[in-house]
């Protein structure tokens, strides 16, 4: 496997990770000896085996409809980098 | 197919397909313990868990699963008995996560059909193709600041089913027929309450054209739409966009688009350039969903009756036709009201007082069946007094008129204006003899051959007796009277 440029521009693009150009190629190696380390599984013959989905047996746990939480705007308004009066605040976007 | 746009090039046909995010009915979140009331003070409904705090774990809602199961069942659908969760990776302000929990490859219901009925009585089957549950997002407000934009998270983490519709719609009206029946059933059930004014219900919109017999082509989505005239407005402008396009040696994109009603357009929302690369994967802080076949039957059971069924049994217990059913079975409110009034009465009277004078009376006071000013009881004792001969046809318009105006009960209205029918016959031949004497010249045309006087001489009876005889009584001594 080997990971491009354009790939990699994209996927910081995708993250919201501003790389300059002379950054990209260290990057792109860096991500590619990941993808290499984890392509390695695929050398494991997983034909018939149903996928593994955690390391417990137990299904969800479901809790009941109650209303246990909320009414801590100002405990959450307190680590906003942003806010005005009980609103988180952002740059403006509108379509 | 009745629904074609004539081109340059020859006639085309649309494909819509529509994904449906109805807000699910319960009292918290699906992830967390936080309040799903509407209208509340902004950031007052939010947990550590749906404001996305680091080291939060998301922990699911049964009444939620349920809410998901019920619906299913009401469409027909598949449940699946293993479901997952998977993150929908995209960066917006209204989702503090950064990705939205949903389900994508292993959705907890599966294929359905729902039956639509159009305005010339057709009905036609449209496909499900599934229905998953998901995270809602928040709430951005622009008009408050120039520069910013606020975000209440109250609605962040509500659930929602996301409910997918086959690409088996082939006209606007088939779309606006699909989404009152989703919506008729989804209240019928209890599971989404369908305002889509409030924004309970949202609809996505898939849509393409295409020359009969073709494949499919490219098709474009157009994002929350939020009424049914807006989704059937959307289809037939988007669809007369393709067609240019197309007729003009161009390629349709596929894009994510906007629907403006207030210029009648669609256009493209560069934002999501990059919308259908969510990048999912199965999330980690949830196992997969395991629901017991004998709890889904359990909910099975507990199903409340469905329009159809309703509709098909108020026809063969009432005895009433089929679009008179759907009338009434269009809200369960309605249903509910006629069948009080109905039970154990003539089917057929109760539904033409029901949609007749009460949905005029409702109409014109601006009143919904549920602060009616007459109640079902009320309306089903006035039709009592009919049945057994208190009060006439004609009088009984006068007292119902009464109960919307005064909210009394229909036998206090008839003993207060005296209304009682009048079966003495001796008051009626008294009133006969009178009518004969004062038209001498009339009966004297009638005996000589002129029987459509006869309805005169009827009409002249009932206003003797300020229209309280019986008109029965009348027919028959007025004939023997008359023919004497």
Redesign the interface.
Known sequence: MSLDLATTRRIAKLARIGLEDAELETVRQKLDGILGWVDQLSEVDVEGVPPMVGTETEALRQRDDVVTDGNCRDAILSCAPEKSGPFYTVPKVVE | MSYVIEGKTGSWEIVVGLEVHAQVV???KLF????TTFGA?????????D?A?PGMLP???????AQAVRTGLGLNARINLES?FDRK?Y???DLPQGYQISQFAHPIVGEGTIEIELANGETRKIGITRLHMEQDAGK???D??????????NRAGVALMEIVSEPDIREPEEAGAYLRKLRQILRYLGTCDGNMEEGSMRADVNVSVRKAGEPFRTRCEIKNVNSIRFVMQAIEVEAARQVEIWENGGEVDQETR?FDAARGETRT?R?KE?AH?Y?YF?D?D?????IEQEWVDALKAALPELPDAKRARFQSEYGIPFYDAGVLVAEQAVADFYETVAKGRDGKLAVSWVTGDLFAALNRTGKTIETSPVNAEALGQMLDLIADGTINGKIAKEVFEDMVETGEGPEAIVEKKGLRQVTDTGVIDAAIESVMTKHADKVAEYRSGKDKLFGFFVGQVMKETKGKANPALVNGALKSKLDA
């Open positions: 319960s009292n918290s967390s313990g936080a309040s003070e902004p950031n007052s409904q939010v947990s550590l868990v404001a705090f922990v699911i809602n049964k009444e939620c699963v997952r990776n960066f917006y302000a951005l407000i622009h408050q600041d120039p520069t910013k934009s606020m975000v209440d998270l906007l929302m934002s990059d690369d990048r199965p980690p949830l196992l997969p969903l395991v």
